[in-house]
């Protein structure tokens, strides 16, 4: 298996006389900068405009100013936090010679404090604080995230773009059917293909056509509609012309694999190893944290309790093994997973709800191992290899 980095710690011993430490707080107007320089008394800050070649001529002023002091600046560090701005810079600045971090935002801990101050400078040296110790080694202070390729960026839209393309196609469904409830007009289908043929001859209870405003908006709602089932169909199109055309390249291999289970779809497998298979998880444990599908207990002398899922990780993931962990009761009927769900559930009393999601977290660290070890999980039914 390949040997992965514990992005909670850095593995690289802090040198604070000869590494230059630099925090940058992002947002749209304004960048801010903190730092600490070698041989520079106090920290310096400095606001700059969102523009990456301004941030790397103030680094080369600070590394100036700190070899004028008599220090010899080996290592420049520069952190911010994941946001909307992704990760093009940690990528721009890679690619210039300086080592970038982005800091996960709810691994970094805040004041409990009822009402406290935030202004952009405060978080700039809070960042500062938790990174410096971050780089001496030290858990607790904050947690990295892992820097994707572009590619590995990209390769996650159409996924993401047909789940958003699917939301909004319901929302109007449900919007529809909502105008029509008003009515007294029950039991109409927007989805169906002969929905427009099939609007003019809708009668309300009292046998009245349906308003002319009304059937208008309607009329709409059905041509949005059909485009976005257009889009949607050329997204699952091209992802398996991809597949077909290169099966072995990238995560494509693994897409294929699980696309073999029964039960498992093309769609569902591509969004797993996308999002999470096709990561560098450290063990079971970070597979299941990053699924958000861990505890989350509430201990504090004699009170003991739990609070539910954590739901701190990734939304998608979650769902899709929690749908997918109920199409397994049906379509992985003998599997050794589900005779677990089923002997776990046989009592009376117990919630199934709960248990679905101790079998979708069993699920998603069997898929883990099959897609890192190529071997199927005990009682899987499989299709033939095309």
């Avoid at 690619?95 to 406290?116: C, L, M, N, Q």
């Amino acid at each position: 298996m390949t040997q992965v980095s514990d992005l909670s710690r850095s593995l690289v011993a802090l040198k604070q006389d000869s590494t230059l430490v630099a925090v940058v707080e992002l947002s749209a107007s304004s960048w801010l900068v903190a730092g600490l320089v070698p041989g520079v008394d106090g920290k310096p800050l400095k606001k700059l405009a969102p523009e990456p070649e301004a941030l790397v001529g103030l680094l080369d002023r600070w590394r100036a100013a700190g070899l004028k002091a008599g220090r010899v600046i080996e290592r420049v560090v520069l952190a911010y936090e994941a946001g909307r701005d992704g990760f093009w810079l940690a990528r721009w600045l890679r690619a210039r010679g300086i080592e970038v971090y982005v800091i996960h935002p709810t691994s970094v801990a805040v004041s409990r404090e009822h009402k406290r101050a935030k202004t952009d400078r405060l978080d700039a040296a809070m960042l500062l604080r938790v990174f410096v110790g971050w780089l001496r080694g030290e858990r607790g202070h904050c947690g990295m995230v892992a820097i994707p390729t572009a590619d590995e960026e990209d390769a996650k839209r159409p996924s993401r773009e047909r789940e958003s393309l699917v939301g909004e196609s319901t929302r109007i469904i449900n919007r529809m059917k909502s105008s029509l409830a008003r009515l007294g007009i029950r039991g109409f289908k927007p989805q169906l293909r002969k929905a427009a043929q099939r609007l003019a001859a809708l009668r309300t209870p009292d046998g009245l056509a349906v308003p002319p405003n009304t059937l208008d908006e309607l009329r709409r709602d059905l041509a949005r509609l059909a485009l976005l089932r257009e889009q949607i169909a050329a997204i699952e199109a091209a992802r398996v012309e991809r597949l077909t055309q290169a099966p072995e390249r990238g995560p494509h291999a693994m897409v294929l694999l699980l696309a073999r289970i029964v039960g498992v779809g093309v769609e569902t497998a591509d969004m797993l190893v996308q999002e999470i298979l096709s990561r560098k998880l450290r063990d079971e444990r970070a597979v299941a944290r990053y699924a958000g599908l861990t505890g989350s207990p509430d201990e504090s002398g004699a009170k003991r309790r739990e609070k539910g899922l954590a739901r701190s990780g990734n939304a998608r993931v979650r769902r899709g093994l929690i749908q997918l962990a109920w199409r397994f009761l049906v379509f992985q009927k003998d599997s050794a997973l589900v005779q677990w769900y089923r002997a776990r559930t046989a009592a009376p009393g117990v919630r199934k709800t709960t248990m679905i999601v101790a079998l979708a977290r069993k699920l998603l660290v069997a898929l883990w191992r099959m897609v890192t070890t190529g071997q199927a999980p005990q009682g899987f039914v499989l299709r033939p290899a095309a």
